[in-house]
C-alpha cells in the first residue's frame, strides 16, 4: 500500500467495506456512489475534513467516479488537498460529477461539460397516468394480461439460492443475448454485489424468471438507483415497463422518497434552451456513437415514464479545456482492456448477426425486440450509470 501524508489525507489502495459504506451513508449523494462499492478503485482518504474519492487512471489521466464523498462545504478544500497530493502535470478528469458540485469545480479551475440527464421520480406524486405516461402503461398492461407476475425479493430479510441462481441465470442469458464485453466500473453488471444492501423485483412467466430489477441505495438522498433492468430475449413483450414501473411503486410503499433509472447521455430535456455549439457537438457524439451504442433509444426509453424532473450531469477536467488526449483516456478506461476492445467486440457482434458477413448498415442496431430497451453505458458506465434491457 503506498500511503502519503503529504497533505490532509493519504492514498490508499483498497479501503474495507465498512468504512467505504460508512462514507456512502453519510455523503452518499450521487446517484452512482454506490457503484463505488464494486471494487477496481484506488482512494484518497482525508480525516480533516472527513472525505473519500474513489479514482482510477489511464495514461496520465486520473479518473474520479462521481463525486467526493463529503460534506458539501467541505468539497473544495478535499478536492484542494487532493491535487496538491497528486503533484504537477498530472490530468484530472471527474465522471458523471452532479449539478451541486460544478460551482465549486469552476472556482478551482475545472471546466465542465453536461453529458447527458438523470430521470429523477418524485415518487409521492409520480404516477403513470395520462398521455405522458400511455407509452409505459399499455405494454405493462399487456405484460400483466400475458400471465407476467413480479416479486420483491430482499435479499437482508435472509438469502435464498434458488431466487440468487434463477437472477443471475437471467442476467447471464442477458449477456450471452447482446454478446458483448461487461464493462469495467459505471457498467459492470454485477446484480448480486452486496446484495443486503439493495432492492430487488422478479418478473415470472411460466415458472421462469424472464426478468428483473435490481436497485441500488442513494443513501444521501433516501432514494434507490434501477440499476440493472435485464429481460431474456424471449420475455413477453411489457415486462421491462412493468418491472420498473412496480419496483417504483414498491419503493415508494417502503418509504423511499426518489428514485432514478440512470444517465441518458447526451440528453437534454429542454434542447431548445441549449446553446447552439452544444446542440451541434451533441449531435456529432451521437453520430459517432451510433454504431456502438444506441443513445437516442435509451434517451426515448427512459423518458416515456415521464419522469419527475431531469438532473443535469457532467464531466470535468483540469486543466480546462477537455484535450482529446483526456477524451480518449477517459473511454479507454470504460471497457475491460481499453476503447479498443469495445470496439472490437461490437464488430464482432455485428459480424455474428450477420452470419459471417459483414453489415453495410453498420453495427449500432440493438438485439432487443423493443427499440428503447438496451444496454445502459452511463451510462452503468463510468454507463448507466443502469442497463436496461
Not at 446517484?31 to 480525516?47: D, E, M, Q, V
Not at 438507483?225 to 413483450?237: F, G, H, T, W
Not at 451521437?286 to 426515448?300: D, V
Not at 479498443?340 to 449500432?364: I, K
Amino acid at each position: 500500500m503506498f500511503v502519503s501524508h503529504s497533505y490532509a489525507g493519504e492514498f490508499l489502495d483498497d479501503i474495507e467495506d465498512a468504512e467505504l459504506f460508512s462514507f456512502l451513508s453519510r455523503f452518499g449523494r450521487n446517484t452512482n456512489a454506490f457503484l463505488l462499492s464494486y471494487g477496481g478503485y484506488r482512494w484518497f482518504k482525508a480525516t480533516a475534513p472527513p472525505a473519500l474519492i474513489g479514482y482510477t487512471h489511464r495514461g496520465r489521466t486520473i479518473i474520479v467516479v462521481g463525486d467526493p464523498l463529503c460534506a458539501p462545504g467541505d468539497a473544495r478544500a478535499v478536492l484542494t488537498a487532493f491535487v496538491r497530493a497528486l503533484g504537477p502535470r498530472r490530468r484530472i478528469a471527474f465522471v458523471l460529477a452532479s449539478a451541486w458540485l460544478v460551482p465549486t469545480l469552476h472556482a478551482l479551475g475545472y471546466g465542465t461539460i453536461r453529458v447527458g440527464s438523470d430521470p429523477c421520480f418524485d415518487l409521492a406524486r409520480w404516477t403513470p397516468r395520462g398521455n405522458r405516461a400511455k407509452g409505459v402503461r399499455n405494454p405493462a398492461n399487456r405484460a400483466r394480461r400475458a400471465g407476467v407476475v413480479i416479486a420483491p425479493y430482499r435479499a437482508d430479510l435472509g438469502r435464498d439460492k434458488r431466487q440468487e441462481a434463477a437472477l443471475h441465470d437471467c442476467a447471464t442469458a442477458w449477456l450471452q443475448d447482446r454478446r458483448a464485453l461487461p464493462l469495467r466500473f459505471l457498467i459492470d453488471c454485477q446484480p448480486l454485489r452486496h446484495a443486503t444492501a439493495r432492492r430487488y423485483f422478479l418478473a415470472r412467466h411460466a415458472g421462469q424468471v424472464v426478468g428483473f430489477v435490481a436497485c441500488s441505495p442513494i443513501y444521501g438522498r433516501a432514494g434507490w438507483y434501477l440499476e440493472d433492468v435485464i429481460r431474456r430475449s424471449d420475455a413477453p413483450y411489457g415486462v421491462t415497463e412493468l418491472l420498473v414501473v412496480s419496483a417504483l411503486a414498491a419503493l415508494r410503499e417502503e418509504g423511499a422518497t426518489m428514485a432514478t433509472l440512470g444517465i441518458a447521455p447526451l440528453f437534454e430535456p429542454d434542447p431548445d434552451r441549449c446553446p447552439l455549439a452544444r446542440r451541434v457537438m451533441s449531435q456529432l457524439f451521437r453520430l459517432a456513437a451510433k454504431p456502438f451504442y444506441n443513445i437516442c433509444g435509451l434517451a426515448r426509453f427512459k423518458a416515456k415514464f415521464a419522469p419527475s424532473w431531469w438532473e443535469p450531469v457532467y464531466v470535468a477536467s483540469l486543466p480546462t479545456r477537455l484535450t482529446p488526449l483526456m477524451a480518449l483516456d477517459i473511454l479507454g478506461a470504460f471497457p475491460n482492456g481499453g476503447l479498443s476492445v469495445l470496439v472490437s467486440a461490437r464488430v464482432l457482434r455485428a459480424f455474428r448477426r450477420n452470419g459471417g458477413h459483414a453489415s453495410r448498415t453498420g453495427t449500432g442496431r440493438s438485439a432487443s425486440r423493443h427499440p428503447g430497451e438496451s444496454s445502459n453505458v452511463g451510462t452503468h458506465g463510468p454507463g448507466s450509470p443502469g442497463r436496461t434491457g
